[in-house]
């Protein structure tokens, strides 16, 4: 069996007019919300429709996605890094008729230009054996009730919004303007049961950031330090003898101003603005509405390009927390390693 084949080339995957322009794009243009025309230097134009996708999608789902590209687009489409579906389209007379098609199905078009695109996340309770919350879920949730910005681009900036359903930050919590992060708060139970069979020692004492986990080998098991745990869970993923997961408890925290292009100002992490709100499923409604006002105090007040973190940094975290209503808490205030770089080292403040 031939294995280390790697994955198909993408050049024998993408449209011709493609093909023909490569690396010789001369500008682009958004026509309107989730449309873009590229030309090339020959004159030559791929017009592109961008649709929301919920990620996970079933083989049925991709066929008929299938089946659209090869009526409009000669077979070709590519999925974004943001998960969207982009058709891409060479034949102009067949873009409004796509753009209709797409409407019969419900396919939202949108997440182009200063509009929130889709949501980064992850695998929540689907798949993974460490979330603290959901991640189709919430997501849902959210974009049900902030579509309007998908469809349309009508923010001051792109508001990137991501979702983590654990502290390992799978995606790109840690660097969008908005981020939505499952947190645990109860500390690990090992169980000194299974714990000398199943986990390595070392490695778990190891995995803990705040050094809260001894080895006890007397009994070949782990103690844990409850004032120094921090809820973490990484000691969880590498010794599965340790569960964390606690319905009554876990939940989700927001935080805000992360970006990583470098236009204007330099990449910026996300920090901290909500430190916890309830998993409340189906809908998720506490989460979602402050997402909402986050966004809207964020639409009145930021100036035109201006990002999330950088409208924050002009105005002040002070300002940012009296205009969201958000409560400022203990919380709030790193106690990690680095934590004296983010304590305020000057007398310039804002009172209110
Ligand atoms: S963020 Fe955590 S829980 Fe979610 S997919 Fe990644 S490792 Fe799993
Ligand atoms: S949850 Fe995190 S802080 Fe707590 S014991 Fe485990 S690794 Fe350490």
Sequence with gaps: MTT????????TMIPPVVQRNYGKWLF?????????????????AL????????????????????????????????????????????????????????ARRSYPVGGTGHSISNIVHTQGWVHCHTPATDASGPVKALMDEIHEYFVTMTLPAHVRIALA?????????HCSDIAILGIHRTVPKPDNSRVPNLCEIPTTV??????????????????????????CGNCYTVCPAMPIADPDNDG?????????????????????????????????????DAVKNIIEVYAA??????????????????????LTGIPFTDKHIDDYEMATETFRSSMQFKWR
């Design 4 to 11: 280390d084949i790697g994955p198909p080339d993408y050049k």
């Design 28 to 44: 682009h243009e958004i026509l309107k919300p989730g449309v873009l025309m590229h030309v090339g230097e020959s004159g030559e």
């Design 47 to 102: 017009y592109t429709v961008r649709a929301g996708s919920p990620r996970l999608l079933s083989t049925e789902t991709i066929r008929a996605i299938c089946e659209i590209a090869d009526t409009y687009c000669d077979g070709y489409l590519r999925f974004t890094s943001r998960h969207n579906i982009e058709f891409l389209v060479s034949d102009k007379d067949k873009l409004e008729p796509l753009l209709e098609e797409l």
């Design 165 to 173: 359903c654990c502290l390992n930050m799978c995606g790109a919590v």
């Design 206 to 231: 190891a995995s803990c950031p705040t050094g809260a986990i001894r080895g006890d080998m007397k009994n070949k098991t782990v103690t844990i330090n409850n004032e120094k745990c921090m809820y």
């Design 252 to 288: 989700i925290s927001i935080w805000v101003g992360g970006k990583v292009s470098n236009a204007r100002s330099t990449p910026k992490f996300s920090k901290l603005a909500i430190p916890y709100l309830p998993n409340n499923p189906p809908r998720w409604p506490e989460v979602v």
């Design 301 to 322: 007040g930021a100036r035109k390009h201006e990002r999330v973190g950088e409208w924050i940094e002009r105005i002040g975290w002070e300002r940012f927390f009296s």
